[in-house]
């Protein structure tokens, strides 16, 4: 990557962010959700753009055979330190591998899997279209594409919740921010993933919030705890409800949309 912008960023997301309850949260939604729709272990899983593999490690410890491909080396190296955290066996089912996500089909060989990921990464860049079109590429017939963004329709609700109001009422009619990392991120909409997964022959099956209670009491000023276990858990499990639920799903600032490919 010429210009690793991760490189600054990969401590504070990796280490600080997924430390926070609300990383708890998304981390135990998302692998719940994903859960629902995998194939059984020991399904090959490619995670594209994935980090320091929060997403994707959980899945090598249930079994399966993980692929996380991430142009950043800073975020490939926060990955490789996090890799003790697994056990023997399990670590010889993660490859990582350096290339972009826009790079992915030909940085595999064109190998097919069994699910593709993409959490946390459309949004970070101006035009989604090429990027979904190597999700689906690299995804093997009846395999799972899972997409995680910001949600265009909640855009007001951080900027409420942190009373500032002249930008809540831009917010409406915009699809960027500066987002909690300091990168200037962009929102899409479920609707508009799921049109540009269909042109490339996903069918989209299901769309889920991520986290919504742990969000909006953060951004109003409430500490929350990591070290409660029991607190974190009980939020886990509320969160995982509403994020499955209208209307709670549809104000959560993100939205994780699964589908599955019908055609090449
Ligand atoms: C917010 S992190 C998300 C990491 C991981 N998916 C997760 O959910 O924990 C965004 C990641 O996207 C990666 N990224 C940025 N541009 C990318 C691109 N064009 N293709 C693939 N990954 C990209 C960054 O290097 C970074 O690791």
Redesign the pocket.
């Known amino acids: ?1 010429d210009d ?3 490189a600054d ?2 401590d504070r ?2 280490d600080e962010a ?1 430390a926070s309850v609300k990383g708890h949260v ?1 981390t135990y939604v ?1 692998h719940h959700q994903l859960l629902d729709h995998l194939p059984p272990a020991p399904a090959s899983v490619l ?10 490690f959980p899945l090598a410890r249930a079994g399966y055979e993980v692929t996380l ?4 080396p ?2 490939l190296n926060k990955a490789r330190q996090r890799l003790p955290q697994l056990s023997d066996e399990a670590r010889q089912r993660v490859t990582l591998l350096e ?4 790079n ?1 089909a030909e940085a595999v060989h064109n190998r097919r899997f069994g699910a593709v ?5 459309l949004g ?2 101006e035009d989604p279209h090429p ?1 979904i079109d190597q999700l689906c590429r690299c995804a093997a017939p009846g395999g799972l594409v899972s997409i ?1 963004t910001g949600n265009a329709h909640a855009s007001a609700v951080r900027p409420a919740l942190e009373r500032r109001w002249d930008d809540a009422l831009a917010a409406f009619d915009t699809r960027h921010e500066i987002g909690e ?1 300091g990168v200037r991120g962009r929102a899409d909409t479920v609707e508009e993933v799921g049109d540009l997964l269909r042109a490339h022959g996903v069918e989209p099956i299901r769309w889920y919030g991520v986290w919504l209670f742990v969000d909006w009491l953060e951004f109003s000023g409430a500490e929350l705890d990591p070290n409660d276990t029991q607190q974190v858990s009980a939020t886990a499990a509320v969160e995982l409800e509403a994020a499955q639920r209208d209307p709670y799903r549809q104000l959560s600032r993100a939205f994780h949309l699964v589908g599955r490919k019908i055609r090449d």
């Open positions: 990557m690793d912008i991760w960023l990969a997301f990796a997924y998304r998302m995670d594209v753009g994935g980090g320091a593999g929060h997403q994707s491909l991430d142009p950043s800073a975020m290339a972009t996500g826009e992915a990921l993409c959490h946390g990464v970070y860049l990027l995680m990392l």
